[in-house]
């Protein structure tokens, strides 16, 4: 498998601008994870689906983040409209618990997103 | 609520040295311990785990022993080598609730030749 795959893996835009990001989780995995990860703020977990089902949205910092998944391979996460303070890498992850590996995440390389 | 703790960084060794970076947890029920690496530009991937009290994990020379008595898991490593520079993150995950991991803030480890 190629592994979780996230585009574009840079992204640089204006603030005020539409941002969608773009995540292709592993084939066969049932729970999709949206994270975010900062010098100040760490690792940050925005949004996770299972089965293509979002679970728990608590994460997501306000309403210009917005997050779908409309099949099984393959999410979305949108900043809309985008400020600086959006700036980070954003990584998405999968996992799978029929695997017998539950409670692994596999992550994605992540996108570098510069908004100015 | 479930939380790890981690050593802050950045640690900074010469090559060969041996590595330990503290990790203590708590949790509510018995999680499943993590330790995952993150090298520059990528994505974190799972360096080893434990899944229940005394279990050792190990790979690539780095190991950690899940000790539930003092709710640690420390990662150890006899000789590290420049290609070890990363970010460790600590990590549980409860296996009896929701899933869902928490991870620590990561540890930077720098390796000087």
């Known amino acids: 498998d190629a592994g979780v795959i996230q585009s574009p893996r840079h992204e640089v835009t204006e603030m005020g601008q539409e941002v969608t990001l773009r995540c292709k989780p592993i084939?066969?995995?049932?729970?999709l994870f949206w994270y975010r990860q900062t010098m100040m703020r760490g690792l940050e977990l925005l949004i996770y689906?299972?089965?293509?089902?979002?679970?728990?949205d608590s994460g997501m910092p306000e309403d210009r983040f917005s997050a779908k998944m409309p099949n099984a391979s393959f999410s979305t996460l949108k900043i809309q409209p985008s400020e600086p303070r959006d700036s980070a890498v954003y990584f998405c992850?999968?996992?799978?618990?029929?695997?017998?590996?539950?409670?692994?995440?596999?992550f994605g390389p992540g996108t570098r997103l510069t908004v100015l | 609520g479930d939380s790890v703790t981690q050593m802050e960084g950045p640690v900074t060794l010469s090559e060969e040295a041996f590595l330990t970076i503290n990790c203590t947890y708590t949790?509510?029920?018995?999680?499943?311990l993590f330790w995952y690496v993150q090298y520059p530009g990528e994505g974190l991937q799972l360096l080893l785990k434990?899944?229940?009290?005394?279990d050792k994990g190990s790979n690539k020379g780095f190991e950690a022993t899940y000790r539930k008595e003092t709710t640690s898991f420390h990662l150890e490593k006899g000789s590290v080598q420049v290609s070890d520079s990363a970010v460790y993150f600590c990590?549980?995950?409860?296996?009896?609730?929701?899933?869902?991991?928490?991870f620590g803030r990561g540890t930077s480890l720098i390796v000087h030749p």
């Open positions: 434990a899944t229940k009290a005394d």
């Open positions: 949790a509510t029920g018995y999680p499943s």
């Open positions: 990590a549980l995950s409860d296996t009896g609730g929701s899933y869902i991991p928490t």
């Open positions: 084939s066969g995995h049932d729970y």
């Open positions: 992850a999968s996992g799978g618990r029929w695997t017998g590996d539950a409670d692994t995440q596999y």
């Open positions: 689906f299972n089965n293509n089902v979002p679970i728990d």
